[in-house]
């Protein structure tokens, strides 16, 4: 059992930038591949990035493309979400996910493991 713990969220204004953590509580953590999701009040979960277990791909939403990063360390079973011009629609919760396999897919159904989520509030 993989247990995701995701930190780094808060309340920014637009422009500005936060870094998403995902510590995780296995040590195989370069066998999983990462991704990241977000929903927000009254939508469906929705794909934001994934990155594969060698850091060899990753995968982006159009809405989030150029503004944000998904990286990982391996070494310290850990993945970031760098978030730059932070928009208010971004508003949401943010949940990482993990697969013990390859592949960086954007289907939720794909994800074993779910974090419980930080909120990122983005104000105008």
């Known amino acids: 059992q993989v247990q995701l713990a995701e930190s780094g969220g808060g309340l920014v204004q637009a422009g500005g930038s936060l870094r998403l953590s995902c510590a995780a509580s296995?040590?195989?953590?370069?066998?999983?591949?990462m991704g990241w999701f977000r929903q927000a009040p009254g939508k469906e979960r929705e794909f934001v990035a994934a990155?594969?277990?060698?850091?060899?791909?990753?995968n982006y939403a159009d809405s989030v493309k150029g503004r944000f990063t998904i990286s990982r360390d391996n070494g310290k079973n850990t993945g970031y979400l760098q978030m730059n011009s932070l928009k208010p629609e971004d508003t949401a919760v943010y949940y990482c996910?993990?697969?013990?396999?390859?592949?960086?897919?954007?289907?939720?159904?794909?994800?074993?493991?779910w974090g419980q989520g930080t909120q990122v509030t983005v104000s105008s």
């Open positions: 990155i594969s277990w060698t850091c060899s791909r990753t």
């Open positions: 296995v040590r195989t953590f370069s066998m999983y591949a």
């Open positions: 996910a993990a697969n013990n396999s390859r592949g960086v897919l954007a289907t939720t159904s794909w994800y074993e493991y």
